[in-house]
C-alpha cells in the first residue's frame, strides 16, 4: 500500500506542478495585458488547488503508514541532526503545507477579487509563491533518480 501511495503521491506532482505552472503564467500574462479573467482561467486555479490538497493529503498519509517516517519520529534528535531525514520528514511537509494554504488563500482572493487585473495579480502572487516552495522541497535526488 506504501509504494502505490508513493507513486500516486510522486506522478500527482507532475500535474499539481504544471497546474502551478499554468496559473502563475496566466496570471503574470493577465496582469501584464488587457486580458480578460475568464472561467477557463478559474478552472486551472481550481485544478491546481485540488491537485496540491490530493498530493498533501496523499502525503500526509505516507507520514503516518512509512516504516521510515515513524522510525524518525521516534528520535527526533537524530532526525533533526540528520539533514536528509530532517528535509525529508519536517521541511518537506512543512514547506508543502504551506504552499497548500497559499494555493487555498490565492484560489479565495482571486474568486472574490474585483476587476481582471487584481484577479491575475493575486493568482500570480499565490500560485506563483506555492510553486516556488513546492519546487524548492520536491527531493529531487530520489524523484527523478
Known sequence: MYSVILTIHSYLAFVALALLAAATINGIIGSTSEKSFEANHLKINKFALIATHTMFLLGLILLFVSPNAQAAFAD???????????????EHPTINLIAVVLVTIGNAR???AVGNGRKFKQSAIFFGLALVLILSRIPWSTWLG
Do not use: C, G, L, P
Not at 76 to 90: E, G, H, L, P
Open 110 to 112: 482571486v474568486k472574490r
Open 76 to 90: 527526533m534528535k537524530t532526525t533533526m541532526s540528520n539533514s536528509a531525514s530532517r528535509s525529508a520528514y519536517i
